[in-house]
C-alpha cells in the first residue's frame, strides 16, 4: 500500500514551487502582451492554422535565450548592459542601448494605446483622456510602489490570458487538423506572410525581454541579500540556478501555450468566418463572443473580457518594457539603477522610466492607428532583436565572461539556432519587400 503523502508536506512543495516564480513567469505573462494579443489575432485571422506551429518551435528557442540571460545577470551580477559595458566596446554598448531604447518606446506607445482602445470598448470616453489616465497610473506605480509588492501584482495579471484557452475549448476544433499545423511548418513565399511571421518571432523573442530578465534576476539576488566575493559577483547558492531555470521554463512555456491558443481561437472564429483583417479593438474581440454566446448582449460582453485582458496585460507590459530601457540606460552610463531602490537613490533610472512613458504616450497623437501599431511594433522588434541575440550568443559561449557557468552545448546551440531564424526571417521579409516592389 503507497502511503500518501502529509497534507502539510505537499502544501509546503506546492507553496515553495510557486515562491520560485519570479522573473520568468512575469517576463511570460509580459511576453503576451497588447503587441503579441494583435499580432498572433492577426496571423490567426489572416492566415488561420498557417502560422500555429510557431507556437511549438518557438519554445525551446525562447527557453535558451531567456534562460541565458537570466544566468548571465545571476553570475555576474549585473543586466545585460552592464556586462556588454565591461567586455565590448563603448560602440556597442551605445548601438545595443540604443536600438533597445528606440525599440521599447515604440512598444510603449503601441501598448498604451491598445489599453486606451480597449477600455472605450467599455466606457465611451475620449482616447486622449484613457491614454493619460493609463500613463499616469503606470509611473505612479512603477516609481512609489517596493519591487517585491509590485512582481506580486505583475503575476496576478497574467491571469487575464485564460479567457482564450476557454474560448477555443468551447467551440467545436477540427483538432486533427490543428495538431498537424501545429507540428508540420507552413511556409508561404510572401511578403504578408514574412511581415506577420516576423512579427510573431518578434513579439515572442523580443529584445526588452532579454535585458530585462537578466536584472531582474540581480534584483532577485537583492531581494534575498545575496552575499558577494570580493570581486562583487554574487556568490550563488546551489538551487539558485535551479530555480531560475525552472522559472523560466513555466514563463515561456505558459506564453506560448498562451500564444497557441490565440492563434487556434482567432483562425476559427475569425479566419472561418471571413474577417481576415484585424482594424480595430473591437474587431479582435469578435472572437471572443463564442465564450459568452449565451449571455444578452453577448458582443458587449465580449468586448468588455477582451478590454480586460488587453488592460491587465498592457498594465503588466508596459512596465516591463520602461523597465528594461533603464536598466540598460542606467548600466550603460554607470548610473544607481533598479526597482528595489528608492527614487532618491536611482532618479536617473526612474527619470528613463517616466519618460519612455511620456515619449510613449506622445506617439499615440501622431495619427498612427492603434491596431496596426502593435503589428508593426512586433516587427520592428523581430529585426532589432538579431543584433542582440547575436551578442548574447557570444556572451554565453565565453568561458572568460561567464566562468564555469557557461552555457552549455544545447544552450549554445539554440540561442545560435535562434539568431539564425530571427535573421533569416528578417532577411526574408526584406527580400519579399524587394521582390514585391520590384515585380510592380
Request: with cysteine; charged share 15%; aromatic share 12%.
Amino acid at each position: 500500500m503507497v502511503e500518501q503523502e502529509p497534507k502539510s508536506s505537499l502544501k509546503k512543495k506546492v507553496l515553495g514551487f510557486f515562491k520560485i516564480l519570479g522573473p520568468g513567469i512575469i517576463t511570460g505573462a509580459a511576453d503576451d502582451d497588447p503587441s503579441g494579443i494583435a499580432t498572433y489575432s492577426q496571423t490567426g485571422a489572416q492566415f488561420g492554422f498557417g502560422q500555429l506551429w510557431t507556437a511549438l518551435y518557438q519554445i525551446p528557442l525562447l527557453l535558451a535565450v531567456q534562460e541565458a540571460c537570466g544566468r548571465i545577470g545571476a553570475v555576474k551580477g549585473k543586466g545585460l548592459a552592464g556586462v556588454i559595458k565591461d567586455h565590448y566596446s563603448r560602440k556597442i554598448l551605445i548601438g545595443v542601448v540604443v536600438l533597445v531604447a528606440v525599440a521599447n518606446t515604440i512598444n510603449i506607445g503601441a501598448d498604451i494605446g491598445a489599453v486606451a482602445a480597449a477600455a472605450q470598448l467599455v466606457v465611451n470616453l475620449p482616447f486622449w483622456l484613457f491614454a493619460v489616465s493609463a500613463t499616469l497610473v503606470l509611473v505612479v506605480s512603477e516609481v512609489l510602489v517596493t519591487y517585491k509588492t509590485y512582481a506580486n501584482w505583475l503575476k496576478w495579471l497574467a491571469l487575464a490570458l485564460f479567457s482564450y484557452p476557454a474560448t477555443a475549448l468551447i467551440v467545436k476544433q477540427p483538432w486533427k487538423q490543428i495538431l498537424y499545423a501545429t507540428v508540420v511548418p507552413h511556409i508561404e513565399l510572401s511578403f504578408a506572410f514574412f511581415f506577420i511571421i516576423t512579427g510573431v518571432f518578434g513579439t515572442s523573442i523580443s529584445p526588452y525581454m532579454f535585458f530585462w530578465q537578466a536584472s531582474e534576476e540581480v534584483e532577485e539576488q537583492r531581494a534575498v541579500g545575496m552575499h558577494t566575493d570580493k570581486d562583487g559577483k554574487p556568490r550563488l547558492p546551489r538551487r539558485f540556478i535551479r530555480d531560475m531555470r525552472i522559472d523560466t521554463l513555466v514563463g515561456m512555456a505558459s506564453a506560448e501555450l498562451a500564444q497557441w491558443f490565440i492563434i487556434i481561437t482567432t483562425a476559427t472564429v475569425l479566419f472561418k468566418h471571413g474577417t481576415t483583417t484585424i482594424n480595430t479593438a473591437a474587431d479582435a474581440a469578435k472572437a471572443l463572443e463564442p465564450l459568452v454566446q449565451s449571455f444578452p448582449n453577448s458582443g458587449q460582453v465580449a468586448k468588455d473580457l477582451f478590454a480586460v485582458g488587453v488592460i491587465g496585460l498592457g498594465l503588466l507590459a508596459i512596465p516591463v518594457l520602461a523597465g528594461s530601457a533603464a536598466y540598460a540606460l542606467a548600466e550603460a552610463f554607470g548610473w544607481k539603477e533598479g526597482l528595489s531602490r528608492k527614487f532618491k537613490k536611482a532618479r536617473g533610472f526612474y527619470g528613463i522610466i517616466i519618460l519612455s512613458m511620456l515619449i510613449g504616450l506622445l506617439l499615440n497623437f501622431v495619427g498612427i492607428d492603434p491596431m496596426k501599431a502593435l503589428v508593426f511594433t512586433a516587427v520592428f522588434n523581430g529585426i532589432a532583436a538579431v543584433p542582440l541575440l547575436f551578442l548574447i550568443a557570444k556572451i554565453n559561449g565565453n568561458p572568460e565572461i561567464l566562468g564555469d557557468h557557461r552555457g552549455g552545448a544545447l544552450s549554445r546551440t539554440f540561442v545560435w539556432v535562434t539568431f539564425g531564424v530571427m535573421g533569416l526571417s528578417a532577411v526574408a521579409l526584406l527580400y519579399t519587400l524587394v521582390f514585391q516592389h520590384a515585380a510592380r
